[in-house]
């Protein structure tokens, strides 16, 4: 099966897709927080997330800044920020399980809201999850594995000038990189075992290779030269099993 998608899309003013948006516990950044919680249909924070949607939006927070929910087992939320938005009466939910993390936790309830609303979303982004702890940028990857059992919906994390997204096996991915806000840089990361992979429109393609740590492991990539028209050519992957892709944003 082709799927093709366009992963910067969601920076785009003129972007189309119907975003989901999460917040997690790590720094905003002020551009890609206006540009995707404008047009996103559901927002969510997970726990300590929230403390840096109320301070990103300080002196406009009753008016336009509320989220749908926060969730989360509320050990990084500050009690200010807590009360703040219950007494604006959106909806807190605990989420107390320790085997699991904010984040999936806050995924799944998304993909729940999102059933039980019957809105489309055709992107969940999330803002974070790629800094700070180690322990917990695996875990960010690690919870792409979960949603990607759990739905068909694409979830792209974003943090700096980095974007990462699991590719689901067995099947072509037709990525467009040519948004004009791709950095130069790409990579693919065989983060759940071997991968079985063939690419085109990269620098260094695959062809029928396996891509495994230890063995070959696909960063610092870039892509092929812009065509005679100027355009760049999209990416396309096949995988055996998921395949994280990374690529750079430009920050200016
Ligand atoms: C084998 C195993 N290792 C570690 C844990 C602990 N654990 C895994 S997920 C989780 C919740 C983490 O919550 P989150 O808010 O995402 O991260 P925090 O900032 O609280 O560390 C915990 C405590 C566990 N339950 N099982
Ligand atoms: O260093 C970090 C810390 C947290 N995150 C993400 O945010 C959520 C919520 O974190 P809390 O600390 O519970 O508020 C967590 O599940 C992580 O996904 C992070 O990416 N980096």
New binding site residues.
Partial sequence: MDEEFTPLDCLLSTGTQKIGLVIL?QPLEPHFFHALWNKAVIRAC???GANHLYRMTEGQRESSFLPDYIS??F??ITPEVKNFYSKKECKLILTA?????????CLTLMLDEIKERRVQVDTIVTLGGLGG?L??IM?TVETLFHIQKMSEIPVVVIQGSSLACLLREGRKHRLCVNTGLEAEWCGLIPVGGSCLTSTSGLKWNLDNQVLEFGKLVSTSNTYEELDTENERKPVTISTDRPLLWTMGIKTE
């Fill in positions: 516990n997970a726990d300590g989360g087992d050990d990084s399980d320790q085997d699991l993390t904010d984040f999936t936790k702890r322990d917990q875990a």
